[in-house]
C-alpha cells in the first residue's frame, strides 16, 4: 500500500514562496502520475499540478506560471515549487500517486497523506 507524506507547509506573506514535499513509500514510485490537490476551508479538493513518470506537467489555471512541480525518482519524492503566494492560496496541500485515465486526465490514487498546511496571509 502506498504511504505519502508531506512537509513543507507553513506561514508566509503574500508575495513569498515556499517548497512542499511529498515521500512516497510501500510501491515503485517512478510508476506512478503524481498530483498536487488542495483544500481550502469549505471548498472542495482540488488538483493544483500533477507529472507524469516521464516528467510532463499540468498546472491549474489559479497557479499557472507561480507554481512548479517536480519529481526526483531516486529520492521517491516529488516536489511543489510555489512562488508569488497569494492570499487565495491558503489551504491543506496533499500528494497523491495517481494514473492516467482513458482521456488522457489525471486519475487520481486511493491513498492520501496528512496533508501539510500552507497559510498565506500579511
Known amino acids: 500500500q502506498v504511504q505519502l507524506v508531506e512537509s513543507g507547509g507553513g506561514l508566509v506573506q503574500p508575495g513569498g514562496s515556499l517548497r512542499l514535499s511529498c515521500v512516497v513509500s510501500g510501491s515503485i514510485f517512478s510508476v506512478y502520475r503524481m498530483g498536487w490537490y488542495r483544500q481550502a476551508p469549505g471548498k472542495q479538493r482540488e488538483l493544483v499540478a500533477d507529472i507524469n513518470r516521464r516528467g510532463s506537467t499540468n498546472y491549474a489555471d489559479s497557479v499557472k506560471g507561480r507554481f512548479t512541480i517536480s519529481r526526483d525518482n531516486p529520492k521517491n519524492t516529488v516536489y511543489l515549487q510555489m512562488n508569488s503566494l497569494k492570499p487565495e492560496d491558503t489551504a491543506v496541500y496533499y500528494c497523491?500517486?495517481?494514473?492516467?485515465?482513458?482521456?488522457?486526465?489525471?486519475?487520481?490514487?486511493?491513498?492520501w497523506g496528512q496533508g501539510t498546511l500552507v497559510t498565506v496571509s500579511s
Open positions: 497523491n500517486a495517481g494514473q492516467t485515465g482513458h482521456s488522457g486526465e489525471y486519475y487520481p490514487g486511493t491513498n
